[in-house]
């Protein structure tokens, strides 16, 4: 495998650098990992969290997937969502997609991708909900940029329905719920709707009793 060579070589150096910076970040490292931040955000390669928002390791707890989904029935996603509000108490969470995303793509097309096609029907849901504002859109670019942007809210929403979130919030527990798109023409991210901090701006058929 030398192929694998060069990462392993990169390694260390990037860890000697860090240890030149701060004998003791990894020591400290070690001992706990206390972030105030958790990333839902795509899988592509192109979009690498820490590196975006410019945070060490230790200070975002991240989550990946196709097209930064929050499905309920994903208990991946649910269990780091859980994990990331009850133990490391996060304080805010923030779904971040990225505009000319592979699956929104994907989910514009009657194609068939296989395993992903049990995924990506969660975009196309968000695609048949848009469906006639999402049409008035002749640029075809500009039509899977803006149903990126949609996923986003959508899943944004999703969030902000679990029940361990509304839980936290009747606990006390300060919580944002935040959505986020990433362009990788520019490096830039863009808010795409106000943080959620309560369960009052959701709507009522979402909201779950408490306490």
Known sequence: ?????????????????????????????????????????????????????DLLPGELFVHRNIANCVVHTDLNCLSVIYYAVRV?????????????????QAALTDQQFGLADHWIRNIRDVYSHHF???????????????????????QMLNVAHLPVIQNAWADGQDISVNGWIYSIKDGLLKKLSKPIFHAEQIAPEYRVKTG
Request: with cysteine; charged share 25%; aromatic share 6%.
């Open 1 to 53: 495998m030398k192929e694998l060579d060069p990462l392993l070589a990169s390694n260390k150096q990037w860890a000697a650098d860090i240890k030149a910076q701060d004998p003791t970040f990894f020591e400290k490292l070690s001992a706990q990992q206390t972030p105030e931040y958790l990333w839902i955000g795509c899988a592509d390669s192109r979009v690498p969290a820490n590196e975006i928002v």
């Open 88 to 104: 490391l108490k996060v304080k805010h969470i923030i779904v971040c997609g990225h505009y000319g995303c592979g699956g929104v």
């Open 132 to 154: 006639t504002d999402l049409e008035n859109i002749s640029d075809k670019e500009h039509k899977v940029d803006r149903l990126c942007e949609l996923n986003v809210i959508q």
